[in-house]
């Protein structure tokens, strides 16, 4: 049973509270972005009728409050995934940045030709793309770490993908397109075996989970704020601090510096190298208010309830005659894309969303998932904690309905 009080949890969300086409909204797209809470829609309001200044420049009491806010965010983020220290808390647009980051202010400045950087089947394009611009850009080489049918991640030959040249291994938490969580943290043991840096793409793991970089030991691990019930625009990336300390910065600009003249710039010191121009001041403190209210809920329980979610959502779709769930690992995380047989999923949603249900069709920006499974894309569910038992029942009836009309 639950321990969360759904009823009072979903009066945070006033946008749950509205009628889509008729119907009652159902949002099954958390997976794309999460949903607000007034906790959090109220602390970026607040910051900008009360304390809107720039941060780490002014004397005035605003900047000074709007400063404190920004750095108390920073802190909040620290304790959230167990940071060791503020400065190993980067403050980015959200997990793409993050990565993009990674690639070209970690590893390009090591990497050459002929080098190889390990990423696996199931990585969102946001761990694929910025990985090949870098192999363009030095010749090295993209390896992956292949998959199995029922969409967990093929280790059989681990050992031999991590290699000398190996100079990053960039790997999901949990996949998007398929709800599997990885095991990262035996991956992360086997490559720091072979002095393999590791980045840990967070972006489906933090809403979901109680997660420990310490515990993990990854090198970096990258997040976004709108997933995790924050706004969009930002997302931190982790790293440790003696990489940090070494990589160069990936932009110039204001803030990022000790002192400027034509002849010489003396970089700022941890974390502020990495954060160049006026940062997302209001979405950072966003992202403090979303952490302290999954905080006072439990992460635990959150967990919790979504995993009853998806596991009673599994059982009554898979009992469906017609429709085959792509993905059924055994560790997953509150995602379940489906195929309706004879419907493309585009019609799915387009159905679904004619009875108030918003979920996501497509590839989910995980093409080779879909080429892996010779599929153009899925109908995906995606759950939150403020989802409950009923909604999975409109679920239930929006495939009913879709096989009805195709029928
Ligand atoms: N990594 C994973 C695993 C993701 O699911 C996403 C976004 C990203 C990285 C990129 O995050 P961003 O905030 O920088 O865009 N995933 C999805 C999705 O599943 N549907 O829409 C966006």
Redesign the pocket.
Known sequence: MSKLDLHTIRTDFPILDQQVNGYPLVYL?N???SQKPIQVIDAVANYYRKDNANVHRGVHRLSQRATDAYEGAREKVRGFVNVRSDKEIIFV???????NLVAQSFVRPQIQAGDEILISHM?????IVPWQMLCEQTGAQLKVIPMTKVGELDLSNFDDLLTTKTKIMAI??????LGTINPVKEMIVKAHAKNIPVLV?G??AVPHMVVDVQDLDCDFY?F?G??MFAP?GI?ALFGKQELLEEMPPWQGGGDMILSVSFEHTQYNELPYKFEAGTPNISGAIGMGAAIDYMQNLGIANLAQHEHDLLITATEKVSAIEGVRIIGTAKEKASVLSFMIEGVHPHDVGTIFDQQGVAI?TGH???QPVMQFYGIPATA?A?FAFYNTMDEIDDLVAGIKKVQELFA
């Open positions: 797209d997976a794309a972005t647009r959200g997990a793409t940045e993050a990565i990585e969102h394009h946001a761990n999901g938490h949990v996949s998007n397109a793409d972006a489906q990258v976004s709108h997933k969009t997302g996501r989910h920006c995980a995906r995606s």
